[in-house]
């Protein structure tokens, strides 16, 4: 291990590897510190060429390898599972964070995997332009994770997932070869789609190293409104009616639940509540190219018809970043409350309120009364639910439940026709119900892919799928 550890960070430099545990420890485990591992050493190369060498380095010496970019992973796809019989290390993309194009009359961008977020959404709106891909850990994820793992958002209502957003990869290949696809074309008609082998392998076939995205025009406006509403089903019906007022230019609808609000008021105080917490649910929802008073009109028709019981229009940026300050601090306040098991399913929208219906009270069952936290995006049936650890049951015993509860809403949202897994991904936490829910046709293709182009084994292993 000593002579590997020393080969590999001859390739990067000194000041760009780490090996003592101090440094290391930070690397280790999921953005809820529930999923933990092992490394003996951390790479932070600074361009493919690095990529690349270390690669085939670990190709010809059967080192894995475990790619991390801003390391906001929530299923484990992140944490690197180092041992006694198998040396895993880590690539980290962080400082793989250029800039190489920008075409404003293509509009499309080329980016390194490490660039972060929020900073690709910057320079878009630098030019005019719109990078619409929007989550709460933009200000610390990369585009490299973010296509790793398909993420979604709060605009996939409007714009789609990652998916949707990308034209072209870079990625070096298991044995150390560059599969390079960069054309920044709308229109590419050439045989398999090959970079969609990438966008959401999660680093099993290789290592993400440059990405092409697509841009979109700015709206010529955004207009945030938070609502508050009785139940589940008035939250649907307002969705249904502000699509058919609006169509696709309502380009976000979040749903929180009075406990998620709840949390925030107890644990983040620097966080205000516009609508305060008392509401069983508020919604948050976002019109673009049209005029305050167009949504100003519908929102109290809404109020007449007593869709929603109370609703405000954010009067400027500041106020709308408010509001959606509420919505990115939700993780954050379930985090700070303590343990919970954590779920991010879809379903589809008009089966939200019989999951749940279903779904709380089965999980009382197993383990008793306690807060559960439901919130998401609504409006492409995309619902996080944690089931918060009961006051009168200690951690240990709850987590032993973990397994229990995870079935339960598993098995109910794929019975209703949705899927266990929205946006975030498998990793290593979900890889049972991958094989449990899928087609055995589709779990045989995955496994041909991965044998085929990572015969040793060596990329992000014990993730998503076994070869």
Request: glycine content about 8%; charged content about 25%; some cysteine.
């Amino acid at each position: 291990m000593t002579d590997h550890i020393d080969n590999l960070r001859r390739i990067v430099g000194e000041s760009n590897a780490l090996d003592r545990d101090a440094d290391i420890h930070p690397f280790l485990e999921d953005w809820r510190g529930q999923l933990k591992g092992s490394t003996p050493l951390i790479l932070f190369p600074i361009n493919t060429d690095h990529v690349q060498r270390i690669v085939r380095y670990c190709y010809e010496n059967n080192v894995k390898i475990v790619s991390q970019g801003g390391n906001t992973s929530l299923c484990g796809a992140n944490v690197p599972n180092s041992s006694d019989h198998q040396i895993e290390i880590v690539i980290n993309t962080s400082k793989m964070n250029k800039v190489i194009d920008i075409d404003p009359f293509n509009r499309s961008i080329i980016v390194e995997s490490g660039c972060i977020l929020q900073n690709i959404q910057n320079i878009a709106q630098e030019h005019d332009l719109l990078f619409p891909l929007s989550l709460s850990a933009e200000g610390s994820c990369q585009i490299g994770g973010n296509v790793s793992t398909n993420a979604g958002g709060v605009n996939v209502l409007k714009y789609g997932m990652v998916r949707d957003q990308v034209m072209g990869i870079e990625a070096v290949l298991p044995d150390g070869s560059i599969f390079s696809d960069l054309k920044s074309l709308r229109k590419n008609n050439t045989g398999y789609d090959l970079k969609q082998l990438f966008i959401g392998a999660e680093g099993t076939l290789g290592v993400i190293t440059k990405v092409s995205l697509k841009l979109s025009s700015s709206p010529i406006n955004e207009i945030t409104s938070m609502v508050s509403v009785e139940s589940v089903e008035d939250a649907i019906t307002l969705l249904k009616e502000s699509k058919t007022r609006f169509g696709d230019n309502v380009a976000a609808f979040e749903f929180i639940s009075q406990s998620c609000l709840v949390a925030i008021d107890e644990f983040l105080e620097h966080i205000s509540l516009p609508l305060g917490c008392d509401a069983s649910w508020q919604i948050i929802f976002e019109v673009i190219n049209h005029d305050e008073g167009s949504l100003s009109d519908f929102l109290e028709d809404q109020v007449k018809k007593g869709l929603i019981c109370d609703a405000l229009i954010a009067k400027n940026k500041k106020e709308s970043n408010d509001i959606w300050l509420v919505r990115h601090s939700i993780s954050e306040a379930e985090k700070s409350s303590g343990r919970g098991v954590h779920h991010d399913i879809s379903l589809p929208i008009r089966k939200i309120s019989e999951f749940l219906d279903q779904t709380i009270p089965a999980m009382e069952k197993i383990v008793g009364r306690s807060v559960v936290y439901t919130f998401g995006h609504l409006g492409d049936g995309n619902l996080h639910l944690t089931k918060k650890q009961p006051d009168n049951m200690n951690g240990v015993d709850f987590m032993n439940y973990s397994q229990e509860i995870n079935a339960v809403v598993h098995e109910n949202a794929e019975a209703l026709g949705g899927s266990f897994s929205a946006e975030h991904g498998i990793g290593s936490k979900l890889k049972n119900d991958l094989v449990r829910f899928s087609d055995p046709i589709k779990i045989e293709l995955m496994k041909k892919i991965k044998k085929s182009l990572d015969p040793k084994n060596i990329m992000n292993p014990d993730k998503l799928i076994d070869p």
